[in-house]
T-cell receptor, first 112, second 113 residues
Framework: GESVGLHLPTLSVQEGDNSIINCAYS??????FIWYKQESGKGPQFIID?????DKRQGQRVTVLLNKTVKHLSLQIAATQPGDSAVYFC???????????FGPGTRLSVLP | DTAVSQTPKYLVTQMGNDKSIKCEQN?????MYWYKQDSKKFLKIMFS???????INETVPNRFSPKSPDKAHLNLHINSLELGDSAVYFC????????????FGQGTRLTVV
């Protein structure tokens, strides 16, 4: 059914600034986490992942931080560009070999 | 070449009808999925299918049934469509369940009138 009561958080940033998108995950057994980007009219697209034996991973302009103590994940985007405007989802696997569970998503709007 | 393709992209149908959405992946992956995305963008897994093992999300009505003729295809059949079934349905695949990233199709926007 519908995700009643949930809303899509929105983050607005100026072009060129850094963006930080946060995610609280729920299952302490999760050992693999992924950030996805979903542009309008498209399916989610993989950005970066991190496994539970790491606390930081860097990609091109993106960094994922994992804090297992407080079950928190963040995605940092450097020098945000208009093309970064999208909905961003974190996903956790709930343990090895389990199906991914997606967070509620955050809409990132990049202002000119 | 599209890695995960699903058809149709849009589907408008009346309540009570039966419809199917097709999905094909050319990545050689072992696991395929169906997700439902509601109007608030919430993504929820419906099914995963791995080596002929079907895992069903217990909240999915039994009017929904996946059919996999082979490893590269996972179709979604929906019987007796209801207004609340209106959503965007995504097919996805991965090398292994919960261990590697999933690749998503473009989605099928289903509107039940």
């Amino acid at each position: 059914g519908e995700s009643v009561g949930l809303h899509l958080p929105t983050l607005s940033v100026q072009e060129g600034d850094n963006s930080i998108i946060n995610c609280a995950y729920s299952n302490s057994a999760s050992d693999y986490f992924i950030w996805y980007k979903q542009e309008s009219g498209k399916g989610p697209q993989f950005i970066i992942d991190i496994r539970s034996n790491m606390d930081k991973r860097q990609g091109q302009r993106v960094t994922v931080l994992l804090n297992k103590t407080v079950k928190h994940l963040s995605l940092q985007i450097a020098a945000t560009q208009p093309g970064d405007s999208a909905v961003y989802f974190c996903a956790e696997n709930g343990g090895y070999g389990q199906n991914f569970v997606f967070g509620p998503g955050t809409r990132l709007s990049v202002l000119p | 070449d599209t890695a995960v393709s699903q058809t149709p992209k849009y589907l408008v149908t009346q309540m009570g009808n039966d419809k199917s959405i097709k999905c094909e992946q050319n990545l050689g992956h072992d696991t395929m999925y169906w997700y439902k995305q509601d109007s608030k963008k919430f993504l929820k897994i419906m099914f995963s299918y791995n080596n002929k093992e079907l895992i069903i999300n217990e909240t999915v009505p039994n009017r929904f049934s996946p059919k996999s003729p082979d490893k590269a295809h996972l179709n979604l059949h929906i019987n007796s469509l209801e207004l609340g079934d209106s959503a965007v349905y995504f097919c996805a695949s991965s090398q292994a369940q919960g261990v590697t990233e999933a690749f998503f199709g473009q989605g099928t926007r289903l509107t039940v009138v």
